[in-house]
């Protein structure tokens, strides 16, 4: 008696490990891949699947907070203003007139020495600053006109991006973003290609990416089109889409690298493609 006792809980036991066993391994194939997709994304090629288009650009636009992080550099940098940081709000500006227009605006000026950085500082002045004095000499129909920018330093490379939301007259809302790379120890410019190459990741690959974030894209504003919406359309196989050819891109707080495409640079429009390596 003792001994069947003993074997139907020998034969309890073995069906609870199996069991628990099995679990085990249906949780390690689906959740565990599941946790890893995204990791292993890049170097397949694929597309962002867990972490969706929409919120890689909603993390690239909670960015923008006026401010450079660390605010503190330990390395050497010639400043041209040393009592302020590598970068600083140069100009801000909220005010609205009513009839002519509505700022909130935040420019940002590097406070770096050196003829690469003095062209950085005159390209936010063309393209940004030179708008809002348009503005206030009353030129234009009335416009809203928001920018702010971020700046982050990651092993000796400063990265700056400017984003504007501009609403002029009856226009289409546009959204331009201006983007500044900066080796803070070779005094030289950063290409995309150098970030990639640093971080030992192979170009195809986030190439393919790329292409799948785009043409999914595409897809998406295909279908609203035919719904009857006005949207953006974008070419899969434009050129700008190539690695040599990508000038928008800034590394994040934790050196993540974003590649941004904003269409409203060169259009009427606020559509922006954002990808996250």
Do not use: H, W
């Amino acid at each position: 008696m003792e001994a069947k006792v003993v074997r139907y809980v020998l034969y309890t036991v073995i069906i609870i490990i199996c069991v628990v066993s099995i679990g085990i391994g249906v949780y390690a194939q689906f959740f565990r891949k599941e946790a890893t997709s995204y990791e292993n994304d890049i170097s397949a090629g694929g597309n962002q699947n867990l972490v969706t288009s929409q919120d890689v650009k909603q993390s690239f636009l909670d960015l923008f907070t006026n401010e450079i992080k660390p605010s503190v550099y330990s390395g050497q940098v010639q400043k041209v203003d040393n009592s302020r940081d590598i970068v600083y709000t140069a100009y801000s500006n909220t005010t609205t007139v009513e009839g002519q227009y509505s700022l909130d605006v935040n420019i940002p000026f590097i406070n770096i020495q050196g003829e690469i950085v003095d062209g950085y500082n005159n390209i936010s002045q063309t393209v940004f600053a030179d708008k809002i004095s348009s503005l206030m000499a009353g030129t234009s129909a009335f416009t809203i006109y928001n920018l702010d920018y971020t700046a982050y330093i990651n092993n000796d490379i400063l990265s700056v991006a400017i984003m504007a939301t501009i609403k002029e007259g009856d226009n289409p809302q546009r959204i331009m973003v201006q983007t500044y790379n900066y080796n803070l120890v070779t005094g030289q410019n950063v290409t995309v290609k150098d970030i990639l190459n640093n971080r030992g990741i192979e170009e195809n690959a986030v190439e393919n990416r790329i292409e799948n974030t785009i043409k999914r894209a595409s897809e998406d504003a295909a279908q609203m089109a035919q719904s009857g919406y006005q949207v953006y359309q974008r070419n899969p196989e434009d050129e700008m889409y190539k690695i040599e050819n990508i000038q928008t891109f800034i590394e994040g707080p934790d050196g993540e690298l974003y590649i941004i495409f904003a269409y409203g640079n060169n259009n009427y429009t606020s559509e922006m493609d954002v990808i996250q390596i």
